[in-house]
């Protein structure tokens, strides 16, 4: 592991400058991680933490690399692997299977539109459809989160059409 968090790692020194400044705004503290990996992770287009990113970060905060990693797992909104431009994320949370029929109408709305599965990418690789867990828009179902935003109400196709639409 040592050894591991001493490699030399392909990051460009434009990237090391940005992750540095994201870091100095965390003041370089651990307990920050989740907001340190999200900020991180929308520096890249397709939204992930790459694993020399990964080993970058555990070097300058001084962590086992694996701690990046669980937390990366842990959380719906990071991911280890490269993903859409926009991933559209759709609550699997109790809560929101009150709002059951809503939910997944807007979902097989969707899947027309895109003509993916839950799960899949479009061939432009701008849209995924995937599942999470509740992200606080509980009472403003059916609702989506893309990239950090949620969009609610989505209860028409003319709706869930213009949103798509306008995410360019
Ligand atoms: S339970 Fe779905 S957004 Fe909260």
Known sequence: MLAAMTKEYPLSQELREKIDRILDAHERDYTQIVNILM?????????????PVAYYL?????IPVARIFDCITFYGQLSEKPRAKYPIQVCNSPSCRVNAVNTVQMLEILEDL???????TTYDGRFTIETTSCYGA???APAVRINGKVYDHLD???KIEALLRSLQ
């Open 156 to 158: 028409s196709r003319e």
């Open 58 to 62: 555990a070097k300058k905060l001084e």
């Open 114 to 120: 895109l003509d993916i599965k839950l799960g899949e």
């Open 138 to 140: 509980c009472d403003r």
């Open 39 to 51: 900020e991180v992770q929308d520096l890249n287009e397709k939204h992930y933490v790459p694993e």
